[in-house]
């Protein structure tokens, strides 16, 4: 049984690596990306930025949001739709999930 927790924590470490290595090249294209335009801007409208998600790169991507086990939102805490499930993510993390802001809180 020892044997069988041991090679699962290698595949779960292995499989941490990857994902670690992985987010390390989305951060790096991240950060060769153009800048969003400011809101109210003309070219926001050509490119369907919606201001919302301007708001959103302008918060701290340090912060902690939550996200849940299957939803496409990210949340702040207290947010009524939290009661299920409740996973701390940074706002940074959860936008590269491809999530979006919850339109709730």
């Not at 994902?19 to 801007?41: D, I, R, S, T």
């Not at 990210?74 to 499930?85: E, I, M, R, T, V």
């Not at 940074?90 to 919850?102: D, P």
Request: charged share 25%.
């Amino acid at each position: 049984r020892q044997m069988c927790i041991r090679d699962r924590l290698e595949t779960l470490t292995t499989r941490l690596k990857k994902v670690e290595e992985q987010q390390e090249v989305l951060l790096a294209k991240l950060a060769l990306a153009p800048p969003v335009p400011q809101a109210g801007n003309a070219a926001q409208l050509e490119l369907g930025v919606i201001p919302d998600q301007v708001a959103v790169v302008a918060e701290d991507p340090k912060q902690t949001v939550y996200i849940t086990t299957y939803g496409k939102c990210y949340h702040k805490d207290g947010c009524q739709y939290l009661w299920n499930s409740r996973i701390p993510v940074t706002l940074e993390n959860a936008l590269l999930r491809g999530l979006r802001q919850c339109s709730v809180c």
